[in-house]
């Protein structure tokens, strides 16, 4: 089954249709959530993405169409890491971000979010898209992403710094 998404404007604005696959080929900007999670600990929980082994927000993903980004980000929260009880969601706000992927420009609307959990969390690796996931003290994976930024994905240190910036 082909999953389309909203292909939308450099203002947000949805112009079309598209899929992830030509979105990604020809840099149409749609719209992706980024949810950060944390434990009762204050430390985030990160994950090792299968198809970049690199490390990732504690979830994302895109944002299919017609579909509002609060609930796609409760949808890849239940997929990706078993969270079925996300009872609060915190806006952070929105940031557009251009990277470069496999070789193509891709222009991503992201809507971050955090949500916090309790210990009685036990999160999962999706089959196939996850392949680790870690919690983690803010200031030590500050300073792993000054050490060994090559290991982290791009977008993710961008919505990061968006999230300290705007929410701490």
């Known amino acids: 089954m082909i999953e389309y998404l909203d292909w939308v404007d450099n203002n947000n604005k949805i112009i079309?249709?598209?899929?992830?696959?030509?979105?990604?080929?020809?840099?149409?900007?749609?719209?992706?959530?980024?949810?950060f999670i944390f434990n009762q600990k204050d430390e985030l929980l990160i994950n090792l993405r299968a198809d970049s082994r690199l490390?990732?927000?504690?979830?994302?993903?895109?944002?299919?169409?017609?579909?509002d980004n609060l609930t796609a980000a409760k949808r890849e929260c239940r997929e990706e890491v078993g969270l079925l009880d996300a009872r609060k969601f915190f806006y952070i706000g929105e940031l557009f971000l251009?990277?470069?992927?496999?070789?193509?420009?891709?222009?991503?609307?992201?809507?971050?979010?955090?949500?916090?959990?309790?210990?009685?969390?036990?999160?999962?690796?999706?089959?196939?898209?996850?392949?680790?996931?870690?919690?983690?003290?803010?200031?030590?994976?500050?300073?792993?992403?000054?050490?060994?930024?090559?290991?982290?994905?791009?977008?993710?240190?961008?919505?990061?710094?968006?999230y300290l910036k705007n929410y701490r």
């Not at 020809?26 to 719209?31: F, I, K, Q, T, V």
């Not at 490390?55 to 579909?67: A, I, L």
Request: glycine letters at 8%; proline letters at 2%.
């Open 16 to 35: 079309g249709r598209t899929t992830k696959e030509e979105s990604h080929r020809l840099g149409y900007p749609h719209r992706v959530v980024a949810i």
């Open 55 to 67: 490390w990732d927000h504690s979830v994302g993903g895109h944002v299919r169409q017609d579909e």
């Open 98 to 162: 251009k990277e470069h992927l496999k070789g193509n420009l891709v222009s991503h609307w992201f809507s971050i979010y955090r949500s916090d959990v309790t210990d009685e969390f036990k999160p999962r690796c999706q089959m196939g898209e996850v392949l680790e996931l870690k919690w983690i003290k803010i200031q030590d994976l500050l300073n792993e992403i000054i050490d060994r930024k090559e290991i982290f994905d791009l977008g993710f240190v961008e919505t990061l710094n968006f």
